[in-house]
């Protein structure tokens, strides 16, 4: 069965820090791209960052770029978001999805879905 469980999320100060987790079971990361979303209340959902499960390559929407880095270790089965500078636009529940598209940029190419977790950017 696959499952996706995010963890990390929780109340930080604007320019801190958070690096959210995605633990993956059910499937090895090598055969789907993991993606970041993200949905604020009253906002439609906004794809984030995605690394692709066969080459390790990235996607950074231009809101995140320079802020926000993906990374995987595949003996965890594990992809993180490393999230610096947050500023409170940044507050939203974010997702991890999996796909078996390349670099899926889309939420409509993702297969799979965690829970989410809440992240909110607030002094």
């Known amino acids: 069965q696959v499952q996706l469980v995010e963890s990390g999320g929780g109340l930080v100060q604007p320019g801190g820090s958070l690096r959210l987790s995605c633990a993956a079971s059910?499937?090895?990361?090598?055969?789907?791209?993991i993606g970041w979303f993200r949905q604020a209340p009253g906002k439609e959902r906004e794809g984030l960052s995605c690394i692709s499960g066969s080459d390790g390559s990235t996607y950074y929407a231009g809101s995140v770029k320079g802020r926000f880095t993906i990374s995987r270790d595949n003996a965890k089965n594990t992809v993180y978001l490393q999230m610096n500078s947050l500023v409170p636009e940044d507050t939203a529940v974010y997702y991890c999805a999996a796909s078996t598209y390349y670099l899926a940029a889309r939420g409509v190419e993702y297969d799979y879905w965690g829970q989410g977790t809440q992240v909110t950017v607030s002094s």
């Open positions: 059910g499937f090895t990361l090598n055969d789907y791209s």
